[in-house]
């Protein structure tokens, strides 16, 4: 295993922040939809 320079480690963990951020945004973006679908489908069940 050889030594990682600086800037190696510094781009390593550069895309491992932007997957994880990439990652959060996904959930977030189905967690958000699921969320908007379920309260569409209470407020619906209501109004009968």
């Known amino acids: 295993m050889q030594e990682l320079t600086a800037n190696e480690k510094l781009e390593i963990s550069g895309g491992m922040a932007f997957f994880v951020y990439f990652a959060a945004a ?23």
């Open 26 to 48: 996904y959930l977030g973006t189905f967690a958000g939809a699921a969320g908007f679908a379920y309260g569409a489908v209470d407020a619906m069940s209501e109004q009968k």
